[in-house]
């Protein structure tokens, strides 16, 4: 078992910053992929951005260029540095880690972290 927790939510002014940050513990399983969903109001949860155990980077189109993936392997934490913030990222952001024992690999979530933007 994997537990995942995050922190960093809450209210911020459009244009402004964030940083979200979830720390991973367990377990006898690997840490491999790391990264963050968010999930607005009516609308699918979508991905954000993830970070290999190499460092390699994807990023959703709407966050390139304003969001940052990053990890401390050492801690098992991930951070998402969230810049130029916008009303259209108020979402429940959501922590998410691709852990893996033997040859298989398992999905796990944290809970959730509210972050509102206000306009």
């Known amino acids: 078992q994997v537990q995942l927790v995050e922190s960093g939510g809450g209210l911020v002014q459009a244009g402004g910053s964030l940083r979200l940050s979830c720390a991973a513990s367990g377990s006898i399983f690997s840490i491999n992929v790391m990264g963050w969903y968010r999930q607005a109001p009516g609308k699918q949860r979508e991905l954000v951005a993830t970070?290999?155990?190499?460092?390699?980077?994807n990023y959703a189109d709407s966050v390139k260029g304003r969001f940052t993936i990053s990890r401390d392997n050492a801690k098992d934490t991930v951070y998402l540095h969230m810049n130029s913030l916008k009303f259209e990222d108020t979402a429940d952001y959501y922590c998410?880690?691709?852990?893996?024992?033997?040859?298989?690999?398992?999905?796990?979530w944290g809970q959730g972290t509210q972050v509102t933007v206000s306009s």
């Open positions: 998410y880690v691709q852990a893996v024992r033997g040859m298989i690999s398992y999905p796990f």
């Open positions: 970070i290999t155990s190499g460092g390699s980077t």
